[in-house]
């Protein structure tokens, strides 16, 4: 699978590295249906790119990620729209950044809907389709599955569990099926001014920004370029895993 005429579903697609995706993959002559709760972020989207004249094509639909019913849905209209189904990128992510003896056990179940089990439910509801295709699923983890900040239990847990859930999947689904997982590191996703010290902390030397996500997704799904990629985990974070930190 060339990424030129296939068909990919994008969760998240409204904003931040899920537009990014979106706009890498049709850049590169995909076709994206975009899915997101945010529906004046689709439209917003959806006014960029027909201004400018990406060579993809592109549908949005508004939904939920952690309901079946929607991922159902959203699988059956791309297939009603494009005609087939090439690609999943679970990207649509929330974080509750709240004290574990504070955080509600409702919000401890709403992120981990939301975040992990969005990637079960496009994978039960797109597996066949996927399968006929000899498609690939991509899900969006973190580097917060390998490290951690203070309060974030939930949203790190789900992160683990995109890890593992990767390689589960590309032994389940294979061998049609390829199913990889990208886990971006800091990514400046508001375009917000940083600081020196936050670039320089990064052994590139500077933060990541959306579109290094988009490119490393782009690889991962082409199937001409990564077809011999399975069942791993990218980790795209200008080299802040790999640096061991010292106070002096």
Known sequence: MSLRNSVTIVTGAASGIGRAITQRLLADGGKVAAMDEDTAGLEQLSREMAAAAESGALA???????????TAAAVERTCETFGRLDAIVCNA??????????????????VLDVNLSQSFLFAKHGGPELRKSGGAMLLIS???AFMSEADTESYSAT???????????????????RVNALAPGWINVSGEELRAV???????????VPADIGHAA???LDGEKAGFITGQTLVVDGGMTRKMIYAH
């Open 60 to 70: 949005t639909m508004s939904g939920d990620v952690a309901s079946q019913d929607d």
């Open 93 to 110: 992510g929330i974080m509750k950044r709240v004290p574990a003896d504070d955080l509600s056990y409702e919000d401890w179940h709403r």
């Open 142 to 144: 973190s580097s917060r």
């Open 159 to 177: 992160k683990g569990g995109l890890f593992a859930l990767a390689h589960s999947l590309a032994v389940s689904l294979s061998p049609q099926v």
């Open 198 to 208: 936050d670039h320089e902390q990064h052994l590139v030397g500077r933060v990541g």
């Open 218 to 220: 782009a690889f991962l």
